[in-house]
């Protein structure tokens, strides 16, 4: 789902080849270790940043964010569209591109 967002938008951070498909290549760093499970969900609540995926997420690391967001104009999901903190993925973006990404990441067309 990652590579899969990577390919359609402009710019991706960090800057990693996030398409490569190649199984022996080393999975890349995650984006928030050093800065925080957090920072990109900050970034998109202060309008640095237009979304964040965040793969691999506990409820804990999610939880405290969605209200952050929200009160500042963002929205959230997981990737099933669903305001779930269980999945393990949480999506933080403006809200007129939220649903587009959502589109992507699941293949719809």
């Known amino acids: ?57 506990g409820p804990w690391d999610i939880a405290a964010l969605i209200p952050i967001v929200q009160e500042a104009g963002g929205t959230y999901s997981d990737l099933t569209g669903q305001l779930r903190t269980d999945t393990g993925a949480a999506l933080f973006a403006r809200p007129g591109l939220h649903q587009q990404l959502l589109d992507i990441a699941i293949g719809a067309h």
């Open 1 to 57: 789902m990652a590579a899969r967002l990577a390919r359609s938008v402009k710019q991706v951070r960090p800057l990693l080849d996030w398409t490569a498909t190649d199984p022996t290549t080393p999975a890349p760093r995650k984006p928030s270790t050093g800065s925080g499970t957090c920072h990109g969900a900050l970034l998109v609540a202060t309008g640095q940043l237009d979304a964040f995926l965040l793969l691999g997420a």
